[in-house]
Structures are given as structure tokens and as C-alpha cells.
């Protein structure tokens, strides 16, 4: 929690935020991995998914992991018999706790990951962009993070194997590391000050 807290403190400072919230949907690189990211509660209650579609051969399932906190939520979301527009409490989370989507191929019998380093392929298999409510496909839905799911761990990488919508999601921005490095010198910088003025007393 403390080094999410440093993080996005760091982030906000370096002036690296919403380049991460600009992004289309659905996924507009297909056959390319996404970038990684960190999904964060943005207030203390619970996470309300609604579910918007699928495109994909194998049968899959959802659930959040609150890897702050340690909680799992059921499985919800069976992406071939749920109609698009359902809605499911996912359970509560505090704000900023670190979240962690997970898909379940049940036909493979294998779990997909938001978190890039519990992949067998190393790759972020979750794509999320803020969306501000209204239409997609032919359903309305609140303003939340959209994201979308991939099943497999080759060259499709198109993100919309399960694919939902989130209440109380955010997405932390990424520092730049060039913006980081400036800040890392300065904070250096004023350090270095602050102990000389303490030992000229």
C-alpha cells in the first residue's frame, strides 16, 4: 500500500498521468501485447462488474483478486451464456487497494492474468481504458474501466475473449522513466540540502 501511495504520488508530481486513459476500444493493436499496468480500488466499497461480450472459441470465467488485502472473488461472467448488460458485485475493496483480474479458460484448464508475471508467457493478458459511460454494442453502461480479456498465450493478442466493465476501478498511471529520473536527482538534490543545513548548525 505504501509503495502504491510513492508511486502514484511520484507519477502525479512527474506529470506522466492520462497518457494511459486514451486508448480505444476495442483493443486498436491486435496481435500485440499491451503494455503492462495496475488496476488500483478508487474508493473504499464495493466493485460492480457489468459484463459487455465475447469473441472467443473456449468458455471462460472471471474473478478479482485484492492482492492488498488477500480476498478472491467467486467466478462470475461465463463469457459464452451471460448476457451482455448483467451486472455482478465483485465484491468490497478499501481505496487503493492493488487489483488483479484473472480468466479462467476452462477448456484449457488455465488462469490469464492482469499481473504480466504470473503469465506462462510473460505478457499482461488484460487490456483496460477509462470509459465515461454510454453505448457499447447495444447496451448502456456507467462511466468505469473497460477491460477486455485474452484466452491464449500466442500471436492473437486481440483482448476480447471476456470483456466487462468495472465500477470503482482505476487504472495508476505509469511514471514515464525519464520524468522519474528527474525527479529521483531532485528529491537527491533537496536531500542533499536538507542534511547540510542539519550538520551547519
Given at each position: 500500500?505504501?509503495?502504491?501511495?510513492?508511486?502514484?504520488?511520484?507519477?502525479?508530481?512527474?506529470?506522466?498521468?492520462?497518457?494511459?486513459?486514451?486508448?480505444?476500444?476495442?483493443?486498436?493493436?491486435?496481435?500485440?501485447?499491451?503494455?503492462?499496468?495496475?488496476?488500483?480500488?478508487?474508493?473504499?466499497?464495493?466493485?460492480?462488474?457489468?459484463?459487455?461480450?465475447?469473441?472467443?472459441?473456449?468458455?471462460?470465467?472471471?474473478?478479482?483478486?485484492?492482492?492488498?488485502?488477500?480476498?478472491?472473488?467467486?467466478?462470475?461472467?461465463?463469457?459464452?451464456?451471460?448476457?451482455?448488460?448483467?451486472?455482478?458485485?465483485?465484491?468490497?475493496?478499501?481505496?487503493?487497494?492493488?487489483?488483479?483480474?484473472?480468466?479462467?479458460?476452462?477448456?484449457?484448464?488455465?488462469t490469464f492474468s492482469t499481473d504480466a508475471s504470473a503469465n506462462i508467457d510473460g505478457?499482461?493478458?488484460?487490456?483496460?481504458?477509462?470509459?465515461?459511460?454510454?453505448?457499447?454494442?447495444?447496451?448502456?453502461?456507467?462511466?468505469?474501466?473497460?477491460?477486455?480479456?485474452?484466452?491464449?498465450?500466442?500471436?492473437d493478442y486481440d483482448y476480447n475473449d471476456n470483456q466487462f466493465l468495472f465500477t470503482?476501478?482505476?487504472?495508476?498511471?505509469?511514471?514515464?522513466?525519464?520524468?522519474?529520473?528527474?525527479?529521483?536527482?531532485?528529491?537527491?538534490?533537496?536531500?542533499?540540502?536538507?542534511?547540510?543545513?542539519?550538520?551547519?548548525?
Amino acid at each position: 500500500m505504501r509503495r502504491l501511495s510513492i508511486v502514484l504520488a511520484l507519477a502525479s508530481l512527474a506529470g506522466a498521468a492520462p497518457t494511459l486513459l486514451a486508448d480505444s476500444i476495442p483493443y486498436p493493436n491486435a496481435g500485440t501485447p499491451t503494455s503492462p499496468m495496475t488496476l488500483v480500488a478508487t474508493a473504499t466499497g464495493d466493485v460492480t462488474g457489468y459484463f459487455v461480450g465475447q469473441s472467443a472459441g473456449d468458455d471462460s470465467v472471471i474473478r478479482m483478486v485484492d492482492v492488498t488485502s488477500g480476498i478472491d472473488s467467486a467466478y462470475f461472467f461465463p463469457n459464452h451464456s451471460t448476457a451482455p448488460g448483467t451486472s455482478q458485485d465483485f465484491g468490497a475493496v478499501n481505496e487503493g487497494d492493488i487489483l488483479v483480474f484473472e480468466l479462467y479458460d476452462i477448456n484449457a484448464n488455465q488462469t490469464f492474468s492482469t499481473d504480466a508475471s504470473a503469465n506462462i508467457d510473460g505478457v499482461n493478458h488484460g487490456y483496460a481504458t477509462a470509459f465515461a459511460g454510454g453505448l457499447l454494442g447495444s447496451n448502456l453502461f456507467p462511466a468505469g474501466t473497460y477491460l477486455g480479456m485474452e484466452d491464449t498465450s500466442w500471436f492473437d493478442y486481440d483482448y476480447n475473449d471476456n470483456q466487462f466493465l468495472f465500477t470503482n476501478v482505476g487504472i495508476a498511471p505509469t511514471p514515464e522513466p525519464g520524468s522519474l529520473l528527474l525527479l529521483g536527482t531532485g528529491i537527491l538534490g533537496v536531500a542533499g540540502t536538507l542534511r547540510r543545513k542539519m550538520f551547519a548548525r
